[in-house]
């Protein structure tokens, strides 16, 4: 048939034209016998997916008015963008599907929830050609991509959308470049610790945030740190328990130390920091120790497992923790063990070797002499500074006695006087402290009980103490029935820590 046909005047012959008939681009009455529907949701809050459920009833409804049979070909993507070429999991099984030949024609609500880049549009267009596979849209019209004017209006389409999203792209960087001048926090999802626009705190959270920064410098790992929370019942800022890698982002989230990543650089902000910059950038660094390196699974049960050496082979082989079936008849019952991790040569039950250990570590931090446990002997004027602080002290000692001793004394004036002092000597053994040591003891040195600052450390901080102190070696005990030896426990402590 014709490309053209004649259109004439109601008078006849004399006042014909010639008009061009519409290009075929849509065939609505094209039978098609392998339908599939692709539905997507660029955003969706909390896997939130009423969006492509509605969507999804609206290509149901279009391809059962069509007659068009779908047969379980329903492919969709939730909460994921087509803009930068991500990753779309459902997107590429209908495109392996059409390359099956097992479709022929593909329901979408819009053409710009298939593509919204111009690689995949180029790409998919080019297979669906090849593959003889027409689009049908609720909102728009039917692609034959076997045209050259059905290819060339899904382009026109397609670079509309990829116009629209270009275009909010570019109010989206002004905005965010804005944002940065003024020092404002990121816009998106509301950060733990910081209320939904990021300006001012949420009080119990930041002092979380607080406290796991604290506990990472201290030694913890962030297994240890997820099980506390989660033990104590606090839940991330979606209601949910805590993860490793969710502690994980939390200690690398510069926002807490007032920062924010733009293009690459980082920031100053001008909402309440929640932990130094100095304080972030360590424990940055700590996590991106490859030496440090540990699998995110769950937390070790026993102090010494994996620290303790077999004093067997004495090689510096460290021991693993299993355990040992109870006597005949006593079904269930279990012995926790230390064993060498080569060999059989060396079983030891777990609890007696741990009360040893604990016991040496309390009696170690417990001593007047603990304090110079936190101080760095290679820094520079530590001496003049140990002298200084050990004259703050005194003077110290001196108020009290003499606040004891006067009745007329005035309170208020004795308490800002110490006060005042306590201040000095803090900053002074600050300059003396050793950076990594200090964090991991002082808890327990400064505690007016240190025996129970050791009961209230979390288990992998409590590993982190004896490995600061000492190297400790396990020898066999005693056969048969014997009384535990607490010989067969040595405990080495390490230069400058007996």
């Known amino acids: 048939m014709s490309r053209w046909s004649r259109a004439r005047s109601s008078g006849g012959g004399v006042g ?11 065939q609505s009455m094209t039978p098609f016998s392998k339908g599939a529907s692709y539905e997507r949701i660029s955003k969706a809050d909390d896997g939130d997916e009423d969006g492509v459920i509605r969507q999804g009833e609206d290509t149901a409804e279009l391809a059962e008015r069509r007659g068009i049979p779908l047969q379980g070909r ?21 495109m392996a599907a059409v ?69 909010m792209s570019e109010r989206e960087q002004r905005e965010m ?4 001048e003024r020092g404002l926090p ?3 999802p509301r950060c733990f610790g910081y209320t939904a626009d990021g300006t001012e705190l949420v009080e119990d959270e930041a002092a979380e945030v607080k406290d796991c920064f604290h506990a990472l410098l201290a030694g913890a790992t962030l297994s240890g740190m997820a099980a506390d929370l989660n033990k104590r019942g606090i839940l991330n800022r979606n209601g949910k328990p805590w993860s490793y890698n969710a502690i994980r982002g939390v200690l690398l989230n510069e926002r807490y130390a007032g920062l924010r990543q733009y293009r690459g650089e980082l920031h100053p902000g001008k909402w309440p920091v929640i932990v130094d910059e100095a304080i972030w950038r360590e424990a940055k660094h700590v996590l991106e120790d490859q030496s440090r390196a540990t699998s995110p ?4 049960r026993w102090l010494l497992s994996g620290i303790a050496r077999c004093g067997v082979c004495d090689d510096g082989t460290t021991v693993t923790s299993g355990s040992r079936g109870g006597p005949k008849g006593t079904r269930g019952l279990t012995t926790p063990l230390y064993r060498c991790r080569k060999t059989k040569h060396l079983a030891r039950g777990t609890e007696p070797i741990d009360l040893t250990v604990e016991e040496y570590v309390i009696r170690r931090l417990s ?35 003499e606040f004891a001793d006067d009745d007329d004394a005035d309170a208020a004036e004795f308490k800002a006087a110490t006060r005042r002092i306590k201040a000095r000597l803090a900053d002074v053994e600050a300059q003396m402290a050793h950076p990594q040591r200090s ?19 979390a288990l992998d901080r409590q590993r982190a103490v004896v490995v600061t102190l000492a190297t400790v070696a396990l020898l066999p005990g005693r056969p048969g029935r014997a009384p535990f030896d607490p010989r067969s426990v040595r405990i080495e402590p390490h230069p400058g820590m007996g």
């Open 99 to 167: 390359q099956r030949d097992e479709v022929d024609v593909i329901i979408v609500y819009m053409l710009g929830r298939l593509w919204r880049n111009r690689r995949e549009r180029a790409e998919g267009i080019e297979i669906l050609r090849k593959h003889e596979v027409s689009v049908l849209c609720v909102k728009g019209p039917e692609l034959d991509l076997t045209t050259a004017a059905g290819r060339l209006l899904a382009g026109l389409l397609g670079e509309v959308d990829t116009f629209e999203v270009e275009q």
């Open 297 to 300: 699974g769950p937390g070790r």
């Open 177 to 180: 470049r804005q944002r940065v």
């Open 74 to 94: 329903r492919f969709r993507d939730n909460d994921k963008s087509a803009t930068h070429g991500k990753h779309r999991p459902q997107y590429e099984l209908l």
């Open 186 to 188: 990121p816009t998106g």
């Open 439 to 457: 964090r991991i003891l002082v808890d327990i040195v400064t505690a007016e009980d240190p025996a129970k600052a050791w009961k209230d450390l």
């Open 16 to 26: 014909s034209t010639w008009m061009p008939r519409p290009v075929p681009i849509l």
């Open 367 to 401: 001593r007047p002499d603990a304090v110079d446990l936190l101080v760095d002997e290679s820094a520079p004027g530590t001496e003049k500074l140990r002298a200084k602080a050990v004259a703050l002290r005194s003077r110290i000692r001196v108020l009290t006695d």
